[in-house]
């Protein structure tokens, strides 16, 4: 049976930056406030002209350079996004054409933060049922576009940004040793993007209304996130008959730094062992795990590290995805 490693990472950020400062001109907050109860200094926002299929083509062709491989190799094309370009043609339909990967199919995933590992374990089954050699995973969003800047209680968390991984059959790069994803669409209410599908269409009422924006319950997600983290990891843990002191370091879905305080401390994990990239780009949703696993990836982890991803968000949804690093 091959196995799935992932072959190349890529990753990229709007270049302009939004800092807390700047937002205490657009609304009734400080940047004290947004620091100490978020750990978010200053997120990326998209350019008017750049929409997520433009974020997401930067960061596939970086993953496909570092993976050596050519744009007509990729049989398949995963976006993992709540912020597609349009409804329909799916946003990795648009970034085939903008990669020219003729030979790829290709379609959007929709499980919010968690949509990246999500990908992943599609991605693995694919290829470990032979079906396909070379997949292109990313996660990619504009949040910057859905999120009501009128709302202090959302709009200084977001940002925008996309990564991408290509998961290829055998060969160079961190094995993926295991898959775990979990959802619950009782709890689905708190956090929402309510106008825009076919229960609330585009309406004058729905625009006026402000229902085209995130609607979040911040505490009752604050609490999933807590619960939800560990549970994740665990239980991939328990099926693959690893323990926690197995794993090197973990990237986890960046939403606050005090949730992932709150792990590092139950775990006992120093926060070094922790990725941390919320302070420089805030939540980018189903981007911040790519991109944390990129810029990882750059550090030239060592042979036999294994890395533990988890994600949590809407849905709700979570995943986790144990890697370990290979010997060249
Ligand atoms: N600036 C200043 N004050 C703000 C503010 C802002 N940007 N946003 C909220 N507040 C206020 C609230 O209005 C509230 O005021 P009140 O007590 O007068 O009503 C006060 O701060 C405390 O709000 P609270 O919701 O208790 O803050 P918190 O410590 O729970 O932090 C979040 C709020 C949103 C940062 C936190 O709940 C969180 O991170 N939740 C998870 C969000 C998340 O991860 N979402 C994505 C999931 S993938």
Same mark, same amino acid.
């Given at each position: 049976?091959p196995?799935?490693?992932i ?11 939004? #800092?807390?400062?700047?937002l205490?001109s657009?609304?009734?907050t400080?940047a004290?406030?947004i620091?100490s ?7 990326r926002?998209?350019?008017?002209d750049?929409?997520?299929?433009d974020l ?10 570092n993976?050596?491989?050519l744009? #007509? ?7 993992a #996004?709540?912020?597609?370009?349009m409804l329909f043609?799916?946003t990795a ?7 020219g990967?003729?030979?790829? *199919? ?12 999500y990908?992943?374990?599609l ?5 470990e ?7 292109? *995973?990313?996660?990619?969003?504009? +949040? ?12 200084v +968390? ?6 991408a ?11 993926? +040793?295991?898959?775990h994803?979990?959802?619950d669409?009782?709890?689905?209410h708190? +956090?929402?993007l309510?106008a825009g599908?076919?229960r ?5 009422? #729905? ?10 319950n911040?505490?009752?997600v ?5 619960r939800i983290v560990d549970e994740a990891?665990?239980q991939?843990?328990?099926?693959l ?6 794993v ?6 960046q939403?606050?730094l005090?949730?992932?305080?709150g ?5 006992k ?16 949703s189903g981007a911040?795990i790519p991109?944390?696993?990129?810029e ?5 982890p060592r042979?036999?590290?294994?890395v ?7 849905g709700?949804?979570w995943?986790?995805?144990?890697l370990?690093?290979q010997?060249d």
């Open positions: 049976m196995r799935a490693v072959s190349g990472t890529g990753a990229y950020v709007p270049t302009r930056v939004l #800092t807390n400062k700047e205490e657009v609304i009734d400080t004290d406030w620091l109860r978020t750990g978010i200094s200053e997120r926002i998209a350019l008017p750049e929409a997520t299929s997401s083509y930067f960061a596939a062709k970086q993953a496909l350079e993976a050596k491989l744009s #007509t190799d990729i049989d398949a094309i995963i976006v #996004t709540v912020t597609p370009d043609p799916s339909c648009i970034i085939q054409a903008k990669l990967a003729k030979n790829a *199919v290709a379609f959007d995933l929709s499980a919010a933060c968690t949509g990246f590992v990908g992943l374990q991605a693995v089954q694919a290829i049922s032979g079906s396909w050699r070379h997949v292109l *995973v990313v996660g990619a969003e504009t +949040l910057s576009r859905i999120v009501d800047w009128q709302d202090r209680n959302t709009c +968390l977001f940002g925008d940004g996309a990564g991984a290509v998961v290829s059959a055998d060969g160079k790069g961190p094995r993926i +040793l295991g898959v994803l979990g959802a669409g009782t709890e689905g708190v +956090l929402t309510p599908g076919s609330l269409p585009a309406s004058l009422e #729905t625009v006026n209304g402000r229902r085209h924006f995130v609607r979040m911040g505490q009752e604050y609490k999933f996130a807590v990891c665990s991939l843990l328990d099926k008959g690893l323990n926690y002191e197995d090197d370091f973990y990237i986890p879905h939403a606050n005090r949730i992932i305080e792990f590092a401390k139950r775990l994990v120093p926060l070094a062992k922790i990725a941390v990239n919320l302070d420089r780009y805030g939540n980018m911040s991109v944390a696993l990129h990882f990836s750059e550090r030239q042979a036999g590290d294994k533990m991803l988890v994600g949590f968000g809407g709700l949804t995943g986790s995805c144990l370990e690093w010997v």
